[in-house]
């Protein structure tokens, strides 16, 4: 890898000294779009989280406060009232939103990355320019030294 980057002297190279070769760009590539649906499908789960307890909470307001209620904890089954399990549902609810927050903006970051990333590499997705490209390089020239720069990705 590093004999490919000192055999071509007017190669670009990241501030690391290396270059990545396509096969490297595509698996980082790969790697910051499974990030981005990691994030994304964490934040889905806990937004449905974040529902029920907001059905939960909701149900619970209505209830008398000296009703018995029940609550896992770790995995067991535990005897309450309403009266102590509606506060720390109300807590669970906020630091819940929070952390959809949170992510909510990893996945920005995430997303503004990745889109760095192809920007810079020239990555183009399956399908995704098909339809602009050939319109744009009519002369063989420019479409061969086009694809040649770019990486294709499935």
């Known amino acids: 890898m590093a004999d490919n980057a000192k055999g071509r002297p007017g190669a670009a190279a990241p501030p690391g000294g290396k270059a990545l070769t396509a096969e490297q760009v595509v698996a980082r590539f790969n790697r910051l779009r499974q990030e981005q649906r990691g994030l994304a499908s964490k ?18 307001r209505e209830v008398d406060p000296t009703r018995k209620c029940y609550r896992m904890v770790g995995g067991i089954l535990v005897e309450r009232t309403v009266k102590e399990v509606l506060p720390a549902l109300e807590n669970n609810k906020e630091q819940i939103s929070k952390i959809i927050e949170t992510l909510n903006q990893q996945l920005q970051t995430k997303g503004r990355e990745l889109n760095d990333f192809r920007e810079k590499h020239n990555i183009r997705l399956m399908g995704e320019d098909d339809q602009k490209q050939p319109p744009k390089e009519n002369a063989e020239g420019a479409g061969a030294k086009t694809s040649s720069a770019g990486v294709l990705v499935s």
């Open 43 to 60: 934040a889905a789960e806990l937004e449905l989280e974040l529902n029920e307890h907001s059905l939960v909470i909701e149900t619970l």
